[in-house]
C-alpha cells in the first residue's frame, strides 16, 4: 500500500500555514512515528524486543495494524524518539 502524505513546517510566531511540503510517497521501509506497528515487526522483527522492554502489549495485539509508533508512545508515556532510536539500534544489530 502506498500513501501520500502532507507535513505542516508552520513557524508558530507567524501562525501561517501556507508552507506545506508535500513529501510524496510514504516508504514504509523508512521508521517515522506513522508507521504501524504491524509494518514495524514486518520490516524490523528484531523491534519485538524493544516493545517487550518499554511492557507494551504492541507484538500480538489485534491493533497493531492500526497503531503508529506516535500512538503507542503516547499510550505507553514514552518518548517516540526514543522508541525509533532503539528500534533502529536493534536492527542495526540484525545486520
Given at each position: 500500500m502506498v500513501r501520500t502524505?502532507?507535513?505542516l513546517f508552520a513557524l508558530a510566531?507567524?501562525?501561517?500555514?501556507?508552507?506545506?511540503?508535500?513529501?510524496?510517497?510514504?516508504?514504509?521501509?523508512i521508521l517515522h512515528i506513522q508507521v504501524t506497528v504491524d509494518k514495524v515487526l514486518q520490516n524490523w522483527p528484531r523491534a519485538f524486543s524493544v516493545f517487550m522492554k518499554h511492557?507494551?502489549?504492541?507484538?500480538?495485539?489485534?491493533?497493531?495494524?492500526?497503531?503508529?509508533?506516535?500512538?503507542?508512545?503516547?499510550?505507553?508515556?514514552?518518548?517516540?524518539?526514543?522508541?525509533?532510536?532503539?528500534?533502529i539500534n536493534v536492527s542495526k544489530e540484525e545486520s
Open positions: 502524505f502532507f507535513v510566531q507567524r501562525g501561517n500555514f501556507h508552507n506545506a511540503v508535500s513529501l510524496g510517497q510514504m516508504d514504509t521501509n511492557k507494551t502489549k504492541c507484538p500480538g495485539c489485534f491493533m497493531q495494524q492500526f497503531c503508529t509508533l506516535k500512538d503507542v508512545a503516547e499510550t505507553y508515556q514514552l518518548s517516540v524518539e526514543k522508541l525509533i532510536e532503539e528500534i
